[in-house]
């Protein structure tokens, strides 16, 4: 019910009712007998069966999940890290460094049906609907929230966010009685309030992630104020020492006097708190002249003054929703920072048409208000195939290794910075389609073939339109800031289309001098030639790769900074027969002329790796099959702390049956090697793997890939034999 409300009440409004809700039911109780307020024995046993449904054993091997701390109990115990799923939640992707820069930030706080819904699975789940963001270059910080005591965000969301240089923060949240009993138990002491920080700056340090938002909604006694505030310190000084870079930002509710009352500025009231952290969260139903007023009171720390504003619009300035580009322009204006709350609006209320164009349109409106924020890449190698972390295949090298529907953040690759334009009569649509069949005027169709696969993942940029005579197309894919040196650059891309349809990269060079030049990579130079759009055309090298073609050229920059990555779309000369234009743009790969040399011998060797297989059960399936649980983990024996972004994992000699896939990818094979799914760290949990009564073993391969888009061949990856006999 509590959810509900939030859905359609501001905060302060349910603070209210459930006072006035107590009060009345404190006068109830004192005047009926308890007979008339107790639940009627049916409705006992009701309550009582729904309690009877076993917990999950954390210590026990099962599917990898994200889950919050719901006590100080498990957090002073750090019983955390004996979980069986401690270490599949840590993130293995390093926050990208970002130059420093001193102007107002974005922070996103996303809050969605109490946390935890798809994006728990940590190995993935079938949901291909899932909820997703993928505008990272309008954010800085990325707060993962819910209404449990600690909430950790799940790595999918970490490994993503830090794959766009954003951070990522956790949330501590005490509210109602139950927090304030929370607060009086864990403010005892000055030791205690030490403590339970550690505990958590802990946690962020050990699971990769960034920090944390402290929302304290509930009344504190007087007495223990001083014991919170040095909390916050505590939290603040031990986590900047154990995570450099790393934030604490508090959230404008309780006071220094121990109320609960939301003040929606930086004052007298909140403004201790804030002294002791890097920023303050403040409450969204402040009033037009407060951001200015906050901005004063902050002086040369207005940039962490973090204004909320409500995308539901209950109480918030503007109404967010369709509108909140209101507020924005007024903070922006102001010159504070803005703290976005619940995005996945959109999601949740199914917003028309659809929620990839629905999301892109809200996303438009905080770009068009604020301006992009990150700009990447800013290093070498650079590799995007623009997988959304969703979709109904998976692919490699053009090769459809799935066919099952999947859903894992976690493989959101570098995403293009596309420009959503309402009532669009471009000439050209540009969109990231995620699926293999797309639906065109309400009619299905294929682009080219029947289960069209992707280059890589599960995602491609579909161009689709008309282009007539000489008429050309240009769109924005990423705005990079590469300082280049004298050594040879490498740029390949991957394209299907037809014959007349071409597909061309236009790279914007800004020189040592500030003057911007355009080259244009493309696979023949476009008629008649364009000298005012780029200084000169380098015409690719070709080769094909399941029915997709790779593009190549090479190109020497030095001393300038690579600005912009657009798409550039053309019809080849004499292709009068038809002005319609298809192509698809699989991936794009930079990489300097060093870094292609040694990515063939980059990955390690089969030989250098050691994999092992834990807590192995084989129980019995249907119609004579059995189930194989097992946990993979492995290693390499020269280096025991290397870990590669993403490994691919596979199965031979394995039967299974759509009928009892669950939670991971899994489909009919079509030889004894099947793909079982992806992970982020040197470990997988094979939960549900059906395999016939007459296999002996199962090998499992272990596929390294590379964050410059390169993956080991599979007769040359590790591989471990499970053998089965003995095991039931």
């Not at 760290?681 to 395999?691: D, G, I, N, T």
Request: charged share 20%; net charge negative; proline share 5%.
């Amino acid at each position: 019910m509590r959810e509900l409300l939030r859905a359609y009440f501001s905060r302060r409004t349910l603070v209210s009712l459930y006072n006035l809700f107590f009060t009345i039911s404190h006068k109830l109780l004192t005047s009926f007998p308890l007979s008339v307020i107790m639940p009627k024995p049916n409705d006992a046993v009701a309550e009582s069966d729904s309690e009877s449904v076993p917990l999950l054993d954390l210590s026990k091997p099962s599917s990898p999940i994200s889950f919050p701390i719901k006590s100080l109990q498990y957090l002073k115990s750090r019983s955390y890290f004996d979980s069986f799923h401690f270490q599949f939640n840590r993130s293995t992707v390093p926050l990208r460094r970002n130059l420093p820069d001193h102007r107002p930030r974005v922070l996103v706080c996303h809050d969605m049906k109490g946390g935890y819904v798809d994006d728990k699975w940590v190995q993935g789940c079938e949901n291909d609907a899932g909820y997703a963001i993928w505008h990272w270059y309008l954010m800085d910080v990325f707060v993962y929230f819910s209404h449990s005591l600690v909430t950790i965000p799940p790595p999918c969301w970490t490994n993503t966010a830090h794959r766009h240089g954003v951070k990522v923060l956790g949330t501590f949240i005490t509210e109602w009685d139950e927090g304030k009993a929370t607060c009086k138990e864990m403010l005892a002491t000055k030791e205690s309030a030490q403590m339970y920080a550690e505990r958590l700056a802990e946690l962020a340090t050990s699971l990769g992630f960034d920090g944390w938002l402290i929302n304290i909604e509930n009344e504190i006694d007087k007495e223990q104020v001083p014991i919170l505030m040095e909390f916050v310190s505590h939290l603040t000084k031990v986590l900047h020492l154990s995570t450099p870079g790393s934030l604490v930002i508090w959230y404008d509710s309780v006071t220094v006097r121990g109320h609960l009352k939301w003040q929606d500025h930086l004052n007298e009231k909140n403004k201790p708190f804030f002294d002791l952290c890097d920023g303050i969260f403040m409450n969204y139903t402040w009033k037009e002249s407060y951001p200015k007023l906050s901005a004063e009171v902050a002086g040369d720390r207005k940039y962490d003054v973090y204004m909320g504003i409500d995308v539901f619009g209950r109480g918030s300035f503007g109404g967010g929703q369709w509108t909140v580009d209101t507020a924005l322009d007024l903070l922006k204006r102001n010159n504070v920072s803005a703290a976005i709350f619940a995005p996945g609006w959109v999601y949740e209320t199914a917003q028309p048409p659809n929620f990839h164009t629905a999301q892109n349109k809200w996303w438009s409106l905080v770009e068009k208000s604020w301006g992009v924020v990150r700009t990447y890449p800013q290093v070498l190698p650079f590799y995007s195939d623009f997988n959304q972390g969703f979709g109904n295949h998976v692919s490699l090298e053009g090769r459809q290794l799935s066919d099952a529907p999947w859903y894992n953040i976690s493989c959101q690759s570098l995403q293009p910075l596309l420009e959503f334009k309402e009532d669009n009569t471009d000439i050209i649509q540009v969109t990231i389609e995620c699926i293999c069949l797309q639906t065109y005027n309400g009619k299905h169709m294929n682009l080219f073939s029947a289960g069209e696969a992707s280059y890589n993942g599960g995602g491609n940029i579909v161009f689709k339109g008309r282009l007539e005579g000489d008429v050309y197309f240009t769109a924005r894919l990423f705005k990079p800031l590469i300082h280049l040196s004298s050594s040879r650059i490498t740029v390949s891309y991957s394209v299907k289309s037809d014959e007349t349809s071409k597909l061309g990269l236009l790279l914007g060079f800004s020189s040592p001098s500030h003057e911007t030049k355009s080259i244009l990579v493309a696979p023949q130079e476009p008629t008649p030639r364009l000298d005012h759009m780029f200084l000169k055309c380098l015409v690719t090298s070709e080769q094909t790769v399941s029915e997709w073609t790779v593009h190549e050229a090479s190109l020497v920059m030095d001393g300038h900074t690579l600005t912009e990555i657009s798409a550039f779309c053309y019809k080849t000369e004499n292709s009068t027969k038809t002005s319609e234009y298809v192509a698809l743009l699989g991936h794009i790969s930079i990489k300097e002329h060093a870094q292609l040399q040694q990515n063939l011998v980059s990955l390690p060797p089969a030989s250098s790796w050691v994999i092992e297989a834990h807590s192995i059960e084989l129980v019995p399936g249907d119609s004579g099959s059995m189930i194989l649980k097992v946990k993979l983990e492995w290693r390499q024996t020269q280096l025991e702390d290397s870990v590669l972004p993403v490994y691919n994992v596979y199965a031979e000699s394995v039967k299974s049956t759509d009928v009892l896939r669950s939670r991971k990818v899994l489909e009919k094979p079509r030889s004894e090697r099947v793909f079982l799914g992806v992970s982020h760290v040197p470990a997988y949990y094979v939960s549900e793997l059906v395999v016939d009564s007459d296999v002996k073993g199962v090998s499992f391969v272990v596929q390294p890939c590379g964050e410059d888009g390169s993956w080991s061949k599979l007769d040359v990856s590790p591989k471990h034999l499970v053998e089965l006999e003995g095991l039931s």
